[in-house]
Nanobody, 113 residues
Framework: EVQLVESGGGLVQAGGSLRLSCAASGLNIDDYAIGWFRQAPGKEREGVSCISSSDGTTTYADSVKGRFTISRDNAKNTVYLQMNSLKSEDTAVYYC??????WGKGTLVTVSS
């Protein structure tokens, strides 16, 4: 059974940092493109960042470029999202996705202004 478990969310002040983790089981993360998505209250889910399976190429939404960094640790089968300079508009539930097919249950990030 494939499981993606997100952690690391919480309440942080604007300008602060958080690191989200996505721990995978039942699949090897280096076989899949892994993405982080987020959904704010009343809004559609949107892509935040992605790391490719082949060469680790990373992509970011314009809204987070220069502030967020995605990385993976194949030995731990875990993908991370380092979030710096957080803004109130980053408040959302953050989800991990593997290969478009598999989703975690999400972790809530709340940024207070």
């Amino acid at each position: 059974e494939v499981q993606l478990v997100e952690s690391g969310g919480g309440l942080v002040q604007a300008g602060g940092s958080l690191r989200l983790s996505c721990a995978a089981s039942g699949l090897n993360i280096d076989d899949y493109a892994i993405g982080w998505f987020r959904q704010a209250p009343g809004k559609e889910r949107e892509g935040v960042s992605c790391i490719s399976s082949s060469d680790g190429t990373t992509t970011y939404a314009d809204s987070v470029k220069g502030r967020f960094t995605i990385s993976r640790d194949n030995a731990k089968n875990t993908v991370y999202l380092q979030m710096n300079s957080l803004k109130s508009e980053d408040t959302a539930v953050y989800y991990c996705n593997a290969g478009i097919r598999y989703w975690g249950k999400g972790t809530l990030v709340t940024v207070s202004s």
